[in-house]
């Protein structure tokens, strides 16, 4: 047996090279998974993996030597220990030509968290994990193989209560096994890595797409020695600090903020600001930034251009230049700038496609035309038509500095390409020869190319360009999938952000979309998933953001909730109010967790209740960052069903209410009998103690009847009343807090005028009651009236620690 140390953890391997034991060095607790079959490597060879038939160690110079009979090879690892971890490394490989070779998959019998993209698993007392050293190292198991386990374990694995506090894992995965350095098996989980021979042209599925052509790269890491992982076992309460003594010892990056390494750091997780500023707007931006308490203000939409990443000249006519000077405007009021990015998506406008087209544009496949090809020719003859008839989005091919796009392909030879369009997205139509090699370009429904592994590394220098010379300190990587059309899986994907990371020099907090590879974790500050387009504040992807919150939990990142929306009133939505904010914000309390709050530049000067708004997100984030909440509080403010008031109190302290808030109650004249006058009876319960009335009335327009109006709104408990001697207009609000007055405000939330009540409402009593209501309708077709009841339970002081 072969015995080595990583940590706390004691790894045995027999004599065949399989991995049998991982013990807890201090009370000798096995979590290796007896039932499965562990070989410390694979390698593969012509299409095959292979486990090996031997091993041995030389402990002077620590080198493992793995020999398989099938192919041939030997392979020999060299083994490093630290104190909380131990280093593995491929430093030569002989006897056959490898194309990849994979750690593990390693089978433990932890099952209670599993950390997809951290690449560690715990069950609250005890972690193990493994992590990819370099950019070569990718998390996960190649996509060509067959593996070893049956990926859809996690969907049958037993939910059991997740020692990270957030809910039930493991079976809510969020990416494919192929993607995932640790994955959950039926009663425990596993862990892998590999590295591949990227010098050597292939042909695997590359995006979901089958059998297509990967082109060969150069430089160290396209070969497979220098492979290396780390694997470790410690207490599940250090699993952090041992990552960071690899980031360390390892010379991995290692992002700090505020002085404070990112994944612990509470500066990762603060909120932001989201609107389309501009040069002239900046100092508005900025301003609303603090409103809100914020200190970051991220542009959504800067470019004109993907690839060159050219700015908009009518957002910023000064270039770059005016870029940076909206950065120090910003940096002088305290305030950070941020950019949204699409990574390696390219749009047809950019340089590198029009008016000639970059020959690093990344293709499907490539054909030759068979016959000469006339500048006006219609249809054009090819040798090979698979690359044509893959199903993208746009059907453009390049031939020389021309793009063409075509309707279909001829069902059998000849192969032809039909009703071609010449000259396309204003390149030039040229005559061309037979022999002449014509590539389809891969495309995506976003109307954009992709470059290719070569090519994008000119990205990656331009985004790190921008960023020194203008001070920008937030970044997004919004559709980072798109370099997985390089052929080159996680490695692309891992050296196009690191390319970008070491060129900015400084902090930077970077998010991004979907790809996660273990090499990355440790240079993304965090993620936030969760878009508010096209549905209502409290419906928009929220079980995807509360599913996140878990994702987030099992793989140390920190946490945020994604972006939420002020909107503006339209035909679909109401413009956003108070309790929808709150709503929000006590949300993102409860889970710990930032969030983007987007808001056009035009809506902020629309909307009335803006300083409001603004001004509970300042009040619930200065708490949230102060840590005032108790995880009693924070268990209940995670409830999406609840609602909350929060309210400033002293230095450091704050109240907090929780609030009912009714279902609309509806008054129709269309329900009324003939000669009823207007009016209704709800049956309402007050689930909080004795309270004045709180309400929020809205005038809904029939078949979009704006002269439509209600007048002298009244009310009654019993025998008291509150009556409001006015009119309330068609997609107008009447908001009583509680007093005697009416607050009449337009649809975006602009005060009209105050009416007061001749006397006191009446008293909401504490369980059942019926509320009534009546008024006259006035128009045709006569409006609907919308109610909203509002009640408040009993405060709660809310204080930083140390108040």
Same mark, same amino acid.
């Given at each position: 047996?072969?015995?080595?140390?990583?940590?706390?953890?004691?790894?045995?391997?027999?004599?065949?090279?399989?991995l049998v034991g991982l013990n807890r060095s201090e009370n000798g607790r096995e979590y290796a998974a007896a039932r499965c079959e562990s070989? @410390?490597?694979?390698?593969?060879?012509?299409?095959?993996?292979?486990?090996?038939?031997?091993?041995?160690?030389?402990?002077?110079?620590?080198?493992?030597?793995?020999?398989?009979?099938?192919?041939?090879?030997?392979?020999?690892?060299?083994?490093?220990? #630290?104190?909380?971890?131990?280093?593995?490394?491929?430093?030569?490989?002989?006897?056959?030509?490898?194309?990849?070779?994979?750690?593990?998959?390693?089978?433990?019998?932890?099952?209670?968290?599993?950390?997809?993209?951290?690449?560690?698993?715990?069950?609250?007392? *005890?972690?193990?994990?493994?992590?990819?050293?370099?950019?070569?190292?990718?998390?996960?198991?190649?996509?060509?193989?067959?593996?070893?386990?049956?990926?859809?374990?996690?969907?049958? $694995?037993?939910?059991?209560?997740?020692?990270?506090?957030?809910?039930?894992?493991?079976?809510?995965?969020?990416?494919?096994?192929?993607?995932?350095?640790?994955?959950?098996?039926?009663?425990?989980?596993?862990?892998?890595?590999?590295?591949?021979?990227?010098? &050597?042209?292939?042909?695997?599925?590359?995006?979901?797409?089958?059998?297509?052509?990967?082109?060969?790269?150069?430089?160290?890491?396209?070969?497979?020695?220098?492979?290396?992982? $780390?694997?470790?076992?410690?207490?599940?309460?250090?699993?952090?600090?041992?990552?960071?003594?690899?980031?360390?010892?390892?010379?991995?990056?290692?992002?700090?903020?505020?002085?404070?390494?990112?994944?612990?750091?509470?500066?990762?997780?603060?909120?932001?600001?989201?609107?389309? *500023?501009?040069?002239?707007?900046?100092?508005?931006?900025?301003?609303?930034?603090?409103?809100?308490?914020?200190?970051?203000? !991220?542009?959504?939409?800067? *470019?004109?251009?993907?690839?060159?990443?050219?700015?908009?000249?009518?957002? /910023?006519?000064?270039?770059?230049?005016?870029?940076?000077?909206?950065?120090?405007?910003?940096?002088?009021?305290?305030?950070?700038?941020?950019?949204?990015?699409?990574?390696?998506?390219?749009?047809?406008?950019?340089?590198?496609?029009?008016?000639?087209?970059?020959?690093?544009?990344?293709?499907?496949?490539?054909?030759?035309?068979?016959?000469?090809?006339?500048?006006?020719?219609?249809?054009?003859?090819?040798?090979?038509?698979?690359?044509?008839?893959?199903?993208?989005?746009?059907?453009?091919?390049?031939?020389?500095?021309?793009?063409?796009?075509?309707? $279909?392909?001829?069902?059998? #030879?000849?192969?032809?390409?039909?009703?071609?369009?010449?000259?396309?997205?204003?390149?030039?139509?040229?005559?061309?020869?037979?022999?002449?090699?014509?590539?389809?370009?891969?495309?995506?429904?976003?109307?954009?190319?992709?470059?290719? /592994?070569?090519?994008?590394?000119? !990205?990656?220098?331009?985004?790190?360009?921008?960023?020194?010379?203008?001070?920008?300190?937030?970044?997004? @990587?919004?559709?980072?999938?798109?370099?997985?059309?390089?052929?080159?899986?996680?490695?692309?994907?891992?050296?196009?952000?690191?390319?970008?990371?070491?060129?900015?020099?400084?902090?930077?907090?970077?998010?991004?979309?979907?790809?996660?590879?273990?090499?990355?974790?440790?240079?993304?500050?965090?993620?936030?998933?969760?878009?508010?387009?096209?549905?209502?504040?409290?419906?928009?992807?929220?079980?995807?953001?509360?599913?996140?919150?878990?994702?987030?939990?099992?793989?140390?990142?920190?946490?945020?909730?994604?972006?939420?929306?002020?909107?503006?009133?339209?035909?679909?939505?109401?413009?956003?109010?108070?309790?929808?904010?709150?709503?929000?914000?006590?949300?993102?309390?409860?889970?710990?967790?930032? /969030?983007?709050?987007?808001?056009?530049?035009?809506?902020?000067?629309?909307?009335?209740?803006?300083?409001?708004?603004?001004?509970?997100?300042?009040?619930?984030?200065?708490?949230?960052?102060?840590?005032?909440?108790?995880?009693?509080?924070?268990?209940?403010?995670?409830?999406?069903?609840?609602?909350?008031?929060?309210?400033?109190?002293?230095?450091?302290?704050?109240?907090?209410?929780?609030?009912?808030?009714?279902?609309? /109650?509806?008054?129709?004249?269309?329900?009324?009998?003939?000669?009823?006058?207007?009016?209704?009876?709800?049956?309402?319960?007050?689930?909080?103690?004795?309270?004045?009335?709180?309400?929020?009335?809205?005038?809904?327009?029939?078949?979009?009847?704006?002269?439509?109006?209600?007048?002298?709104?009244?009310?009654?408990?019993?025998?008291?009343?509150?009556?409001?001697?006015?009119?309330?207009?068609?997609?107008?609000?009447?908001?009583?807090?509680?007093?005697?007055?009416?607050?009449?405000?337009?649809?975006?939330?602009?005060?009209?005028?105050?009416?007061?009540?001749?006397?006191?409402?009446?008293?909401?009593?504490?369980?059942?009651?019926?509320?009534?209501?009546?008024? &006259?309708?006035?128009?045709?077709?006569?409006?609907?009236?919308?109610?909203?009841?509002?009640?408040?339970?009993?405060?709660?002081?809310?204080?930083?620690?140390?108040?």
């Amino acid at each position: 047996m072969i015995n080595l140390s990583a940590g706390s953890l004691r790894i045995v391997l027999d004599s065949a090279g399989k991995l049998v034991g991982l013990n807890r060095s201090e009370n000798g607790r096995e979590y290796a998974a007896a039932r499965c079959e562990s070989p @410390f490597i694979r390698i593969v060879v012509e299409g095959k993996a292979e486990a090996p038939s031997s091993a041995s160690y030389d402990g002077g110079t620590g080198t493992l030597t793995f020999a398989f009979a099938d192919s041939g090879a030997r392979v020999e690892v060299v083994y490093t220990s #630290a104190l909380r971890y131990a280093a593995f490394e491929a430093t030569r490989i002989v006897g056959a030509d490898a194309d990849a070779l994979v750690w593990g998959p390693y089978a433990t019998s932890v099952a209670d968290s599993v950390g997809e993209s951290v690449g560690v698993v715990h069950d609250g007392d *005890f972690a193990i994990g493994l992590q990819s050293l370099n950019m070569k190292t990718v998390g996960g198991w190649p996509i060509e193989l067959v593996s070893p386990f049956d990926p859809a374990e996690a969907e049958r $694995a037993n939910d059991r209560p997740d020692p990270n506090g957030g809910g039930h894992s493991p079976s809510d995965m969020k990416f494919p096994y192929a993607a995932c350095t640790a994955w959950p098996l039926d009663g425990g989980s596993l862990l892998q890595a590999f590295a591949r021979n990227r010098s &050597k042209a292939a042909r695997r599925t590359v995006w979901n797409l089958p059998d297509v052509p990967v082109a060969p790269i150069g430089g160290d890491d396209a070969g497979i020695v220098g492979t290396r992982i $780390a694997l470790f076992g410690c207490p599940a309460g250090e699993a952090l600090d041992t990552i960071e003594a690899i980031e360390l010892g390892e010379g991995l990056p290692h992002p700090l903020f505020e002085g404070v390494w990112g994944k612990k750091s509470p500066g990762a997780n603060q909120s932001y600001f989201i609107t389309d *500023f501009t040069e002239a707007t900046m100092a508005d931006a900025v301003r609303y930034t603090k409103e809100a308490g914020l200190k970051y203000v !991220y542009h959504p939409d800067p *470019f004109g251009q993907w690839g060159h990443f050219a700015l908009k000249e009518r957002s /910023f006519p000064n270039g770059d230049d005016g870029l940076r000077d909206c950065v120090r405007l910003a940096e002088g009021e305290g305030v950070r700038v941020g950019l949204h990015t699409l990574s390696n998506f390219t749009t047809l406008n950019d340089p590198y496609v029009a008016p000639v087209p970059d020959e690093r544009l990344q293709t499907v496949g490539a054909s030759r035309l068979v016959s000469r090809m006339e500048e006006t020719a219609g249809d054009l003859e090819v040798d090979d038509p698979g690359p044509f008839t893959v199903r993208l989005f746009r059907q453009t091919a390049r031939i020389g500095s021309e793009l063409i796009e075509y309707d $279909a392909v001829t069902d059998g #030879a000849p192969w032809k390409l039909l009703n071609v369009k010449r000259g396309a997205n204003g390149t030039t139509a040229s005559a061309h020869e037979p022999g002449t090699e014509i590539s389809r370009l891969w495309d995506h429904p976003y109307d954009v190319l992709f470059p290719s /592994f070569e090519l994008q590394d000119e !990205y990656s220098a331009r985004i790190a360009e921008l960023f020194r010379a203008t001070g920008v300190k937030q970044i997004s @990587f919004d559709g980072l999938e798109g370099l997985y059309a390089t052929g080159q899986d996680d490695y692309g994907v891992s050296r196009f952000v690191r390319r970008c990371y070491d060129g900015w020099g400084e902090e930077v907090i970077n998010d991004a979309s979907i790809v996660v590879p273990n090499y990355l974790w440790h240079i993304f500050t965090r993620f936030n998933w969760g878009e508010p387009w096209g549905a209502a504040t409290r419906e928009g992807q929220l079980e995807w953001r509360l599913a996140n919150q878990r994702y987030f939990a099992r793989n140390f990142i920190p946490p945020m909730l994604g972006w939420f929306l002020i909107r503006t009133a339209s035909d679909r939505f109401e413009a956003t109010a108070p309790d929808e904010i709150e709503w929000v914000l006590s949300k993102a309390a409860g889970y710990r967790a930032g /969030f983007a709050l987007v808001a056009d530049m035009p809506v902020l000067e629309r909307i009335g209740n803006r300083e409001r708004l603004l001004g509970a997100v300042r009040c619930w984030e200065s708490a949230r960052l102060a840590g005032a909440f108790t995880p009693e509080q924070r268990e209940r403010l995670r409830d999406p069903k609840s609602d909350w008031h929060l309210e400033p109190a002293d230095e450091g302290e704050w109240t907090l209410y929780p609030v009912e808030l009714s279902k609309p /109650f509806v008054c129709s004249p269309s329900e009324l009998q003939p000669g009823q006058p207007g009016g209704a009876d709800w049956a309402y319960y007050n689930r909080h103690a004795e309270q004045p009335l709180r309400l929020c009335l809205r005038v809904i327009p029939s078949y979009g009847s704006e002269d439509a109006a209600v007048r002298r709104p009244t009310f009654y408990i019993g025998s008291a009343c509150l009556i409001f001697d006015t009119e309330v207009a068609a997609n107008e609000y009447l908001v009583c807090d509680g007093d005697r007055f009416g607050r009449i405000y337009d649809r975006d939330w602009n005060l009209l005028r105050t009416v007061r009540a001749p006397a006191d409402g009446p008293v909401v009593r504490s369980g059942g009651q019926t509320i009534s209501f009546s008024c &006259k309708f006035t128009g045709d077709p006569k409006p609907v009236v919308s109610v909203k009841i509002m009640t408040r339970g009993l405060p709660e002081t809310v204080r930083a620690p140390g108040r």
